[in-house]
């Protein structure tokens, strides 16, 4: 059975960083490609950032690129998302999401398992 925890999130204000982290059992962490996605109150979830197997690949959308770094650490079973220039609009519960594959999927619907979420408030 796969587990995936979040960590990390919290109040902030505008213009803070935080850092994610997810920490996943269950199965050989190496083998997953990774997704952060998140989900403001009244929005479909959205995709934030993947990474893949080895670290070699990662993909962002357009509204984090510059300000959020994912990344992973395969001997902790651990990907972290680190948040930069916080802004109001970055306010969701940010999920991360493993999924057995070569590829970096941008669709939520592309990965089987995902943690319960950690909220993350920006105020301004």
């Known amino acids: 059975q796969v587990q995936l925890i979040e960590s990390g999130g919290g109040l902030v204000q505008a213009g803070d960083s935080l850092r994610l982290s997810c920490v996943v059992s269950g199965r050989t962490f190496s083998n997953f490609a990774m997704g952060w996605f998140r989900q403001a109150p009244g929005k479909e979830r959205e995709f934030v950032a993947a990474v893949s197997r080895s670290a070699t690949s990662t993909d962002y959308s357009d509204s984090v690129k510059g300000r959020f770094t994912i990344s992973r650490d395969n001997s902790r079973n651990t990907v972290y998302l680190q948040m930069n220039s916080l802004k109001p609009e970055d306010t969701a519960v940010y999920f991360c999401?493993?999924?057995?594959?070569?590829?970096?999927?941008?669709?939520?619907?592309?990965?089987?398992?995902w943690g319960q979420g950690t909220q993350v408030t920006v105020s301004s």
């Open positions: 999401a493993a999924q057995s594959t070569i590829y970096l999927p941008r669709t939520d619907r592309s990965y089987g398992y």
